[in-house]
């Protein structure tokens, strides 16, 4: 008779990205998570270049919805000119394409608070209704087809120009940051992010707090100054660039970015 001998198990990946799982079998398991090439990409910014590495790098684009950059939203129907929201649209079109391409992910972060708001703390419902007399977070604008970023409302979809649709990694928040109570860092750290390149609206206000946590838990953080924007003053934009820049991380531009993996090693 001939031995026949017991088949070994495949290890099973566990885990999001090959760089951040475990091989798991029956009786071991291996976490030694081996490392990505690293791919170098130089990028013209302020205050200094800068050398990323495309394999640990995410464009973490936040809140290009309706409600703040499209006709019949939310901000619209207050009377506020949204023609500066707009502006990102272009740059973050040709940017998305172009991390498409090099397979380095997209992620969005959108405003969704639940209907019930029992989510939502009463300072949060005063920074967007600060009299009590004005409609709600979650509730219908007469006249518009705003249900003020409500989950799952034409108001918190992303604008039709760059609507991701069920592609890229989809994020809900309901909190300035992206960063309070959501689960944007175990996402990123799941992908094995460690280089955020962030855009979106409004700059001084969910980018711009955004960025301060993403640096606070570690991450490199890189502001997209034309593909971001707000309705705010100019000098509320002066301040962010000024203290990104000192405080927080870098700043470059769409151009700056599309060059560098163009000509990256």
């Known amino acids: 008779m001939t031995d026949r001998k017991t088949p070994v198990a495949a290890p099973h990946p566990m885990g999001a990205a090959p760089s951040t799982s475990w091989q798991v079998t029956p009786d071991h398991v291996d976490m030694t998570r ?7 990409v130089t990028l013209a910014a302020e205050p200094q270049s800068i050398t990323v590495d495309a394999s640990k790098t995410a464009l973490l684009i936040v809140d290009m919805q309706n409600d703040f950059c499209t006709e019949g939203g939310w901000m619209h ?7 500066p929201n707009r502006a990102p649209i ?16 997209v992620v969005w ?27 709600d977070l979650g509730q219908p604008v007469p006249g ?29 928040k309901h909190r300035f940051s992206a960063f309070w109570d959501c689960e944007t860092d175990a996402v990123l750290r799941n992908l094995g992010i460690t280089t955020l ?37 100019d000098y509320c934009v002066q301040a962010v660039l000024y203290n990104v820049k000192l405080l927080f991380g870098f700043v470059t531009g769409s151009q700056a970015i599309l060059d560098g993996l163009a000509s990256k090693e």
Request: aromatic share 4%; proline share 7%.
């Open 109 to 135: 972060v959108n405003w969704g608070v639940r209907k019930d708001l029992l989510n939502i703390h009463p300072s949060l419902r005063h920074a967007h209704n600060p009299t009590g007399l004005e409609t």
């Open 90 to 105: 272009g740059p973050l079109k040709a940017l998305i394409a172009a991390f498409h391409a090099e397979d380095m992910p």
């Open 34 to 40: 081996p490392a990505r090439p690293v791919r170098p």
């Open 77 to 83: 129907s207050r009377g506020i000119d949204i023609t």
């Open 197 to 233: 390149l962030i855009g979106g609206v409004n700059m001084d206000q969910c980018v711009m707090t955004t960025l301060e946590d993403a640096s606070f838990l570690g991450y490199d953080t890189i502001l997209i100054e034309d593909a971001t924007a707000t309705t705010s003053p």
């Open 144 to 172: 518009t087809k705003s249900e003020i970023i409500a989950k799952g409302s034409w108001g918190a979809r992303v604008v039709d120009e760059i609507d991701p649709g069920d592609g890229d990694h989809q994020i809900t």
